[in-house]
């Protein structure tokens, strides 16, 4: 009997070796052969269908692979993820991909959770390529899945046997494209390191990464049903080169403040794979690395933010990079002294151990840093597999344990709001990305509130609990200050987000236990492609609207493209040359012009300026003789103005947001800005700031443009403008008459995020209607369609179109 077993055994075994022997029969493909150069090679960049096909026939030669599309991207290309691990790991993949489910989801008990994590296997996510215009991430992923098909040694043994890699080796193939057309086109021309002259996701550019939780993008929306529907990994790599000059790379962990809604055992995790990253780069003699700088624990949105909120180990290395596939040699003479924080770069510190000397630096060495942390993240996770399984489970259960305890205990979403397109936009949101929700069968009573049949209630006892509170909740921005009198630290991104605040949706935070009969929703469809609106006054049925896009990659004008396709409203495209050949008003009734500043729409300057971040994050090392090609030089000029000018005389509406309000100061109107265009310094006396905050603001009643809005909405600013209408009253009349629409409120101004200075708007006009002849201007103060997010402020500037 025993004998039989051991035979069993034996045979079982040996028809697995010859299975796994059959799989890696056929031979890899050469880089070299199948490229034409090997991804790395100076001024060489593969493009979408060259990567992808070499995939397609690593996964012919190889049973280590799998290679399946699972979405498409806004221009329509296909998206695809690599799953790469042992053949026999493979064959069991449906299995391994429920049991982690379960672990993640906290659906089983201490004993089943402790047996699932013995049998199962750590899944660890890749993803390239995000910002493609920063391009070694993506040349860098068929090296990597090269080397874990082919590599016979023992720690790739153990990551095969261990870990289920998910590769995304081009996360927006649509912006490779773009970008590797253009490298090709100006390579070995005075072009060479020009920008891309627009944006490399359509609507978004690099906001393609600011996306997370909202979830505009079809491309968000494809990698959150495989990540937070399907997946569930316990570790998520994202790539990108933007790290401050002179490092070579930035790791976590990552820089203060933090937000006290990831989980303390997550952000621990994520400093511990930090440090195993940060030795295997010193092991292998990689100098540069640093830590605890400029990419905070702050921010919810990112791709590598969003799952801390989810018990996942979001992980960002910020690798350097010069200019798509150029090579540059740096003299550490020319290096900037310190860091923004006060640390020197060319002295050894904690969190920057080893200073780059300078040198040469080309995309294979960006290539073979992000190697080097590709296998300490996979080795990290193959030691580790049966901890980290078991810990997605544990940080469930604790987190639904907590939920049950109440403060909060549910969040009640009222079946009557404002706006219902609004409330069920965000609770598809919410649901794509594993979120709970229950509908009440029948009317309960909770937080002393009635509330009928058909309410949807968002238990706080969820598995993925931190996420549903830190969207839910007000953030409150702390004042981390650099000694005890100098001034508060900046946010990386923004300082607040809260969903219910800037979708305009109603939602009320119950504190403690209540019953309720409540059913699970299976039937939430994914968010819809388009919304409705109905103009509030028909007086324009269909206004002929024009809209600019500039030849720098503006991601405000994108998202105001974004909306009106949205929305389904019409209009065209304006470029520079449009506003050169006069009689706008023979083709447009309204003019917009998303955040720009005025000096950059006119002379098309403006790169690195805040309103039009450069594509590829700050990146630190600008290049004077970076010319742009003539065609996509210069702005709508001098010429333009007064081809806008006629526009206005002959009746014409002006729309402008933000920062492109500048543009008022050109026209006779009887308006000042009080703000000053850059922004004062955080923290420092009396002037306004406000980096990326939710503020509330006051409408005036019976105007077009307020029209369907409560009395009070919450806006989304980024410092934005104030007015103070000149006229004295007797003169604000006629064809110099100033309306305004919306102002800063008189107290708690703040909703979410952080502000200071705030006195210097309390009541002050943010939203003006300024005549000027026979047409208007009308000025946001603030971003009403900030990247698609800003629900409860969209009807503001969707009126304003049809005014
Ligand atoms: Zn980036």
Known sequence: MHTNIVQHVFRRFCVLLVLECAALAAALPDPAAHFGFVPGDDYKLADYGQITGFYRKLAAASGRIRWERFGTTSEGRPMYVAIISSAGNLRRLDEIRQNNRRLAL????????????????????????????????????????????GEETPELDEIRRNVILLQVPVINPDGLDAVVAWYRRNAGTPYELAPLPALYQKYAGHDNNRDWFMLNLPETRAVTRLLYQQWFPQILYNQHQAPPMPARIFVPPYADPLNPNIPAPVMEGINLIGAAIKQRLAMEHKPGV???????AWWN?????????????????????????TPKTYDAATFPRRFANG???????????????????????????????????????????????HKAWAMAEFNIAQGRGGRPFAYVVAAAQPDPVSSGEMLRRLAMAAVEIRRARAAF???????????????????????????????KYPELRAGTTGPTKRPYDIAGWTLPMQMGVKVDRIEEPFEAGLEAIQDLPAPAAHLQWTPPRARLARPRIGLYRPWLANADSGWTEWLLDTFEIPYTLLHNGDFHQGR?????????????????????????????????????????????????????????????????????????????????????????AL???????????????CPGSLIRIDLAPGEAVTAGLPEQVVAFSNGGQAWEVTLLPEFNTGSRQVRVLARYAGSNLL???????????????????????????????????????TFGTFKLLLNALYE
Not at 448 to 472: C, E, I, S
Not at 675 to 687: D, E, I, R, Y
């Open 106 to 149: 906290g659906q089983a008990t201490a004993e089943q959770a402790r047996a699932l994590a013995a049998s199962g296997k750590a899944v660890v996510w890749i993803d390239s390529g995000l910002h493609a215009s920063e391009v070694a991430p993506a040349q860098q992923a068929p090296l990597l899945a090269l080397r874990l098909l």
């Open 290 to 296: 640093l830590s605890y700088f400029g990419f905070d």
């Open 301 to 325: 949105g990112g791709l590598r933010s969003v799952p801390a909120f989810h018990n996942i180990h979001g992980i960002l290395t910020e690798t350097a990079g010069f200019y798509y596939a």
């Open 343 to 389: 640390n020197p770069t060319g002295e050894p510190t904690v969190f920057y151990e080893r200073p780059w000397p300078g040198g040469q630096w080309r995309i294979r060495d960006a290539i073979n840093y992000m190697l080097t942390v590709d296998m300490a993240v996979l080795s990290f996770a193959a030691r580790e597999r049966e901890a980290l399984l």
């Open 445 to 475: 009573t909770a937080g002393g509130r009635q509330y009928p049949a058909g309410t949807y209630v968002l238990p706080a006892a969820q598995p993925f609990r931190p996420y549903l509170v830190d969207l839910m909740e007000p953030q």
């Open 584 to 672: 706008l008003h023979d083709r447009f009734d309204t003019i917009v012009f998303a955040s720009q500043p005025a000096v950059s729409i006119l002379h098309g300057t403006g790169d690195g300026e805040s309103a039009v971040p450069r594509q590829g994050g700050a990146n630190p090392d600008p290049e004077p003789n970076s010319a742009q090609r003539p065609e996509y030089c210069g702005g709508i000029e001098i010429e333009g103005l007064a081809r806008l000018t006629e526009f206005l005389k002959a009746g014409g509406t002006m729309v402008a947001l933000d920062r492109a309000t500048e543009l008022a100061s050109f026209f006779p109107v009887g308006i000042r």
């Open 675 to 689: 703000l000053p265009a850059t922004p004062g310094a955080a923290g420092s006396g009396s002037s306004f700031y």
């Open 751 to 789: 909703a979410s995020g952080w502000l200071s200075g705030e006195s210097a708007v309390l009541g002050k006009p943010a939203l003006v209607e300024a005549r000027a002849g026979a047409g208007r201007l009308i000025l946001f103060g603030f971003r009403p369609q900030h990247r698609g997010q």
